[in-house]
C-alpha cells in the first residue's frame, strides 16, 4: 500500500446479490402468508358464528386468529430484519489507511449507522477484535490512560477479501497479536 492511499473493502457482487435474494425471498413469503390469511378469514368468520349459534366453545377459533396475527407481526419483524441485513450489505464499506479503520453504513441514517457499528479507529486504540453473530467487531480502548471520548465498536458484516482485511488489522494495529 502506497502511502496515503487508503484500501476500500466492500461486499462483493455475489454477496449483495445474495442479501438482495433474502430480501425478496422473505417478501414473497410475507405477502402470500398475508394473502392466504385474508382469503381464509371469511370462512373462519363464517365458522365461528356458526358455532357460537349452536353454542359450542369458540376459544379454538380465537386461537388460530391470535396465531395468524402473530405470524404476520413476526414475519414483519423479519422482513424488517431482512431489509436491515440488505441497507448494511449494500451500504457497506470499510476503508483502512496509515492513521487507522474506518466503518461506515452509507446506505443506513447516521444515527442507526453509529449504533450498528460505524465509525473510525486509529490503530493505537484497537484493543480486540472478536467474532459476534455474523459480525466482526473491532473494540476500541487499546491505549492505556487515555482520557478522551468513548470508542466506538466497529462491526463488519461483509466485505469483499475478509481474510486480506483482517490479516491488515492485525499488522497494523499495535495492540492485536494473531494469536488473540
Known sequence: ??????????????????AMLLFAGSWLVGVRALAQIMERLPVLRASMKMAESAGEPTWSFWIAVTAAIGAVVAGSLLLLGTLLGVLMVEGSQVLVDELGVSVEHNALPTSLARKLGAGRLLWKRVSRLERSGPFFVLRGGGEPGYTGPRDPNLRILMVDELERLILTIFERSPNLKPED
Do not use: E
Not at 484500501?7 to 462483493?12: E, G, T, Y
Open 1 to 18: 500500500m502506497s502511502a496515503g492511499s487508503p484500501l476500500v473493502f466492500r461486499p462483493s457482487f455475489a454477496q449483495r446479490a445474495m
